[in-house]
Each structure stands twice: as structure tokens, then as C-alpha cells.
């Protein structure tokens, strides 16, 4: 056995792999562990049971508790103690399939009747009751013949139906997995007995069709996850219900930010408090872009067809775009008029803009930004809040430079997202994606590329991990993905190396040494899109949003009516100090209309009496200082100075 150290260890054929552990390794592993990992038949890792006995030569990996394939093992291991307790308490249900899913696993029964919250319950009781008896997982072998014949003694008219498919498929044997009385064919693998998941949550039950299809019969399906042990399950429990107080859909329609309308799906309507963050963004970005050597461009919406074929997206992409039809040629009689299309992203008009003048090396690197409206056909099943939509628009931008220059500009470009990252507070870590199978360029060309973005890389001293084979057919790319307040992550911001595109749309500039020559292009963004990044913030920022970035920075808050119209003055003064502000003078109790404003999430809430009208000044309350906080009483033109420093751009 090769160990992941490299060391090697000697053991007779037939030795489970649980023993060897054991007697080669130590207890302390062999309690730990829940499966491994061998050579498999395609020379790939191959993930198997602790109890398969070791027959060949091979490397030896184990997983524990802290490898996610176990967490995956254990829920699937809790799929079949699910189903053994649906079959205990409801004799004659039939079973289906019991896949792990992202975050837990589901099972499918065949029953006539939904189940019941009670009898979710019950079956959950008795589930980690099955985890308590810690009974082992065997895996046996047997003949087509003899699992067709137990299932079928069984009454389990699905399980011989998928006997059949895979039979169809060529298979010559079946593998059994048992628990105690109850058995399921599986290809495994299972963790070594139910004890090693340590509890088990129902969490929800709804109908499924039979292998997803709605002219099959409809089964029962139940949600459930499962953990090591109640600690894990006690803080996935919490994040989740953190996650659903932030979901920005939830939060966008508390904070009146966005809406959407059936009539134009995924596109979002943003009102003034929304359209204010979108604008702040946007202004943010543009500031840094044209802060740091970048131009600002703007190009059409719609474009002829002949772009996308030099771009391929006519022949690759087409049914992710809006066609637009061409008047004219339908009236001329042309049976497939839709001649224009809306675009679904910069980079083609951005090769075309290129292209209007010939560039010399003097012009490079020429940095082009645009935060135009782009659209994309997603399905409208897909869409959801602002995270899947329709329409959006990137901070995107293409980088055109030379070969020798890509490494400077990748390390420029790293360090203006590390600073709009940070602004944010949010933790990012890097993906380097090399050369995939499927390529254009030659060899050289890749070594040139990936030892460009690996130098920009290294010269930052940014941590990242490698992912050979990730790249895009046309170049290597740089992923970074984000950890929000909450510890989830998400895809954001990407430099794209692409070779290909200067190619199809015959990009050039003149050398010094007054030839043409091919310049690269970088594509890049740090947020992505805006409504994802949005959605993000809303989630991160549970919608309490930083003063720069807050839609309403302040609310007006009087304690008698006597100071409405001196409140009324106060408004307009930090109106036109570029302050969003919003006064109710509404009827409503003082109290009330604090208490709204920190609903509302408003960093701060002023409130004026007579003391401060007659001094000029404004007592203020902060979002999050709590009902007991000391208010702060300062003259209006030190309250107008805080606000313009906190307003500033990160
Ligand atoms: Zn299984
Ligand atoms: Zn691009």
C-alpha cells in the first residue's frame, strides 16, 4: 500500500482495508476513519468501503470526518436508515432511490398518501434510533438472478425495474448493501456501521415523479441531512436560519429595493432605494477604473448576426441570446428574419472598438470599461431573486497588451480587486485554472501564458490553489471566489487570459519594429454582475449597508410637531449636501418613527426638538447602538462633515 506520504506498507491479500488500518497504521485512524480510497479500473481514485479486502497493489487514501466525501457518505448511509424506518413503520412502502444531495439527502417512496408532519417525525425517531443500534453496513456481491428474485419476494417493483436498466446496461453482478434486517442495492460506498452518523434531521416531504418524469407515477419524496455529530447539525441549523433572515429576496421586499414584474421575467425594477445602491456601485467602479488607467466606453445593445458568427456565439451561444427580428428582411420575404441579436456580453463590441483605428505598442495596454445592460435567455425556472436574472449589467473589462506585459496587468488588476474586496469586508481566496484538454495554441503558447499569470500570482504573495485543466479553451483564468459574513462562498470576480478572440476578429498593433503583431486579451471583473453582487451585499450586510453605500443615510426624526417646517429646513440642507435623507412627518408616535428607521436599517436617525432647533444642532442615534444608546448632539455642519467623510469612496 502507497500512503499519501509516499511511504509504503507490506499486508497479505484479503486484509480489509479497515484491519490494515488498524494494525499498520493506528486506532486512532481506524476509529476515525469512514471509507478510503484505492485505485480504481480506470486509474482513477476510486472510493470503496473500509471493510473491502485489498487484493492488488495500490495507493491508499482515508477519509474522516473532516473530507467532504464523508459528510456525502454518511448521508447516503442516512438514506437507507431512513428508508428502513419508513419500511418498519409502514409496512409495504415501496422504495425507490435514496441519493446524498447538496446539503443532506432525499429519499423516494412509492405510497399513496403525502406524509405527515407527525409521521415525519415518528420516522425520524426512529431513524436515529437505527443510528443508535450502530449496526455494521455489508456489502455483499450477488448474481443478477438472485437480486431480482429478493426483490422481487420483496414486493419492490421499482428496485427490479432499475435491476433491469442496468442489466440493459451490461452489468453481470449487483452489489447489496444491508443494515441489521433491511437491504438495498447500491453501488456504495457506506460509511462502516449507522453509528457513524451521528444524527439524522427530516426536513421536509413533497411529491416527485418517478425518475423526474410527470407521465410517471408520483412518489413521496423526503428531505433529510445528517452529521457527524449534533454540533454540526446545530450550526448548519443557525447559518440556515441566518441565511433565510438575509435572503435578499425577503430583504428586498422589507426594505422596498426591488421588484419584479411577470411581464418582463428576471429583469428587476429598482426603486429609488435600490437604484440608489445600484448607482453607488456603479460610480464607485468607474472612479477606479478611470483611477487606474482604464477608459470608459459605451456600445450598442443590438448587433447584426455576422458579429456573433466572428465571435461564435451564433454557432455556440445562440439559444442563450434574444434574436431580434430584421424588418426589412422579412418583408423582402427572408424565412428566418431574426438577423440581430441583443448582446449577452462586451467582449465582441469590445474587439470591434478595438479595431476602429490601427493601434500602435504606444496605445498598449488599452483598458476598456463598459457597465452596458446585457442579456441572456436563462430558462424561466432558473430564475430566481437577483441572482439568476434576464438581464444585468458587469463591471466588465477587456485588457489589450502584449504578451510581456499580461503578468504587470494580471498583478494590477489583483490588487484593485483585493481593495474593492476588502472595502466590502469580504475574504476571497484564488483559483489558478490551467490548460484544459480541449484547447487551441500550441504548447509553448500555454507555458508563456501560465507562467505569466503564475509570476503575477507570485509576486503578489496571494495564496491560491491550483486547478490544472479549469481553463477556457482560449487561455488560463484566475477564479476568485468570496466568504460572506456568514461563511458562504461565492463565485465572483475571474481574469481570463484569451488567445483565441484577437485571432477571430484579426486584432493588431504596429511593433517597434513597425510590424503588426497580435496583441492578447484579458477579460476581467471584480464584481461580476451587479444584480448578483447586490444580492450578495443585501445577504453579507443582512441590509444594514455602510454609510457610503446606503440607499437612506439618514432619517428625520421630530419630537413635536413645533419643529416639522425647522425639520423640513434640515432635510433640504443635507439634501443639497448630497445626504440621502428621508423625514416622516407622518402623525405616528416619536417612538414609532424611530423604530421604523431602524427597521429600515438607516445608519442614522436624527432627532430634533427645540433645543436643537434653537442651537442648530442634531442629536443622532447610529443603526445597531441599541434602544438605550446616548444620543450625540452636534451642530449641523460637524454632523454634514462626519456624514461627507463616511460617504467617501473605500
Ligand atoms: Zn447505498
Ligand atoms: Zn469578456
Known amino acids: 500500500m502507497t500512503l499519501p506520504d509516499g511511504s509504503q506498507k507490506q499486508t497479505p491479500a484479503g486484509t480489509t482495508i479497515g484491519d490494515f488500518v488498524k494494525t499498520a497504521i493506528g486506532p486512532g485512524l481506524a476509529?476515525?476513519?469512514?471509507?478510503?480510497?484505492?485505485?480504481?479500473?480506470?486509474?482513477?481514485?476510486?472510493?470503496?468501503?473500509?471493510?473491502?479486502?485489498?487484493?492488488?497493489?495500490?495507493?491508499?487514501?482515508?477519509?474522516?470526518?473532516?473530507?467532504?466525501?464523508?459528510?456525502?457518505?454518511?448521508?447516503?448511509?442516512?438514506?437507507?436508515?431512513?428508508?428502513?424506518?419508513?419500511?418498519?413503520?409502514?409496512?409495504?412502502?415501496?422504495v425507490t432511490i435514496g441519493p446524498s444531495i447538496e446539503n443532506g439527502f432525499y429519499y423516494d417512496f412509492d405510497r399513496g398518501t403525502p406524509f405527515s408532519e407527525a409521521e415525519l417525525a415518528q420516522i425520524e425517531e426512529l431513524a436515529n434510533k437505527i443510528v443508535a443500534e450502530d449496526l455494521p453496513f455489508k456489502r455483499t456481491e450477488v448474481s443478477i438472478d438472485d437480486a431480482i428474485k429478493l426483490f422481487e419476494g420483496k414486493g419492490e417493483k421499482f428496485k427490479v425495474e432499475i435491476i433491469h436498466d442496468i442489466v440493459a446496461k451490461g452489468a453481470t453482478t449487483l452489489t447489496l448493501y444491508s443494515h441489521g434486517e433491511w437491504v438495498d442495492f447500491c453501488l456504495g460506498p457506506h460509511g462502516p456501521s449507522t453509528g457513524k452518523v451521528g444524527v439524522i434531521k427530516l426536513l421536509s416531504s413533497s411529491a416527485a415523479y418517478w425518475r423526474g418524469d410527470s407521465k410517471n407515477k408520483t412518489l413521496q419524496?423526503?428531505?433529510?441531512?445528517?452529521?457527524?455529530?449534533?454540533?454540526?447539525?446545530?450550526?448548519?441549523?443557525?447559518?440556515?436560519?441566518?441565511?433565510?433572515?438575509?435572503?435578499?429576496?425577503?430583504?428586498?421586499?422589507?426594505?422596498?429595493?426591488?421588484?419584479?414584474?411577470?411581464?418582463?421575467?428576471?429583469?428587476?425594477?429598482?426603486?429609488?432605494?435600490?437604484?440608489?445602491?445600484?448607482?453607488?456601485?456603479?460610480?464607485?467602479?468607474?472612479?477606479?477604473?478611470?483611477?487606474?488607467?482604464?477608459?470608459?466606453?459605451?456600445?450598442?445593445?443590438?448587433?447584426?448576426?455576422?458579429?456573433?458568427?466572428?465571435?461564435?456565439?451564433?454557432?455556440?451561444?445562440?439559444?442563450?441570446?434574444?434574436?431580434?427580428?430584421?424588418?426589412?428582411?422579412?418583408?423582402?420575404g427572408d424565412e428566418d428574419p431574426h438577423h440581430y441579436s441583443l448582446k449577452p456580453m462586451n467582449c465582441p463590441s469590445h474587439h470591434l472598438y478595438y479595431g476602429f483605428k490601427k493601434q500602435s505598442y504606444r496605445d498598449l495596454p488599452m483598458r476598456l470599461h463598459t457597465q452596458d445592460v446585457l442579456h441572456r435567455n436563462e430558462a424561466a425556472?432558473?430564475?430566481?431573486?437577483?441572482?439568476?436574472?434576464?438581464?444585468?449589467?458587469?463591471?466588465?473589462?477587456?485588457?489589450?497588451?502584449?504578451?510581456?506585459?499580461i503578468s504587470e496587468e494580471v498583478a494590477k488588476f489583483v490588487k484593485?480587486?483585493?481593495?474593492?474586496?476588502?472595502?466590502?469586508?469580504?475574504?476571497?481566496?484564488?483559483?489558478?485554472a490551467t490548460r484544459p484538454e480541449k484547447r487551441i495554441g500550441d504548447d509553448a503558447m500555454w507555458d508563456r501564458a501560465e507562467t505569466a499569470l503564475k509570476t503575477a500570482l507570485d509576486s503578489l504573495d496571494l495564496a491560491y490553489e491550483a486547478k490544472p485543466g479549469d481553463g477556457a479553451f482560449y487561455g488560463p483564468k484566475i477564479d476568485f471566489d468570496v466568504s460572506d459574513s456568514i461563511g458562504r462562498k461565492w463565485q465572483l470576480g475571474t481574469v481570463q487570459l484569451d488567445y483565441a478572440a484577437p485571432e477571430r476578429f484579426d486584432l493588431t498593433y504596429v511593433g517597434e519594429d513597425g510590424k503588426d503583431h497580435r496583441p492578447v486579451v484579458l477579460h476581467r471583473a471584480i464584481y461580476g454582475s451587479f444584480e448578483r453582487f447586490i444580492a450578495i451585499l443585501?445577504?453579507?450586510?443582512?441590509?444594514?449597508?455602510?454609510?457610503?453605500?446606503?440607499?437612506?443615510?439618514?432619517?428625520?426624526?421630530?419630537?413635536?410637531?413645533?419643529?416639522?417646517e425647522h425639520a423640513k429646513t434640515v432635510v433640504d440642507r443635507l439634501a443639497a449636501a448630497g445626504v440621502r435623507v428621508s423625514f416622516d412627518d407622518g402623525n405616528g408616535m416619536m417612538k414609532a418613527k424611530i423604530r421604523d428607521a431602524s427597521l429600515q436599517k438607516i445608519p442614522y436617525t436624527i432627532v430634533l426638538g427645540d433645543k436643537e432647533v434653537a442651537s442648530d444642532q442634531v442629536s443622532i442615534r447610529t443603526f445597531g447602538g441599541g434602544d438605550q444608546q446616548k444620543l450625540e448632539t452636534l451642530p449641523f455642519a460637524a454632523f454634514v462633515e462626519r456624514l461627507a467623510a463616511e460617504s467617501k469612496f473605500p
Open 31 to 94: 476509529k476515525a476513519a469512514v471509507l478510503a480510497k484505492i485505485d480504481g479500473p480506470s486509474g482513477q481514485m476510486q472510493e470503496v468501503d473500509l471493510a473491502r479486502a485489498l487484493d492488488h497493489d495500490t495507493k491508499l487514501e482515508i477519509l474522516t470526518s473532516k473530507q467532504p466525501e464523508a459528510l456525502e457518505t454518511i448521508r447516503h448511509d442516512a438514506a437507507h436508515i431512513v428508508a428502513d424506518a419508513v419500511q418498519r413503520l409502514f409496512p409495504g412502502t415501496q
Open 221 to 332: 419524496r423526503i428531505y433529510g441531512t445528517a452529521f457527524f455529530d449534533k454540533k454540526g447539525l446545530d450550526a448548519w441549523q443557525k447559518q440556515r436560519e441566518e441565511a433565510e433572515k438575509r435572503d435578499h429576496r425577503r430583504l428586498g421586499k422589507d426594505l422596498d429595493l426591488f421588484h419584479f414584474h411577470p411581464f418582463s421575467p428576471g429583469a428587476a425594477f429598482w426603486t429609488p432605494k435600490g437604484t440608489a445602491i445600484y448607482t453607488q456601485l456603479s460610480a464607485y467602479m468607474r472612479a477606479l477604473a478611470l483611477g487606474n488607467g482604464y477608459v470608459e466606453i459605451k456600445t450598442p445593445l443590438l448587433y447584426n448576426k455576422g458579429l456573433w458568427e466572428i465571435s461564435g456565439h451564433w454557432g455556440k451561444y445562440k439559444e442563450n441570446m434574444f434574436l431580434v427580428e430584421d424588418s426589412e428582411a422579412k418583408a423582402a
Open 381 to 405: 425556472g432558473a430564475l430566481g431573486g437577483l441572482t439568476r436574472v434576464r438581464q444585468f449589467a458587469q463591471d466588465d473589462a477587456h485588457i489589450y497588451c502584449r504578451e510581456d506585459q
Open 416 to 432: 484593485l480587486l483585493d481593495r474593492v474586496y476588502n472595502a466590502f469586508g469580504l475574504q476571497y481566496t484564488a483559483k489558478f
Open 538 to 564: 443585501i445577504e453579507h450586510f443582512a441590509g444594514a449597508f455602510p454609510v457610503w453605500l446606503a440607499p437612506i443615510q439618514v432619517a428625520v426624526v421630530t419630537v413635536t410637531d413645533r419643529v416639522n
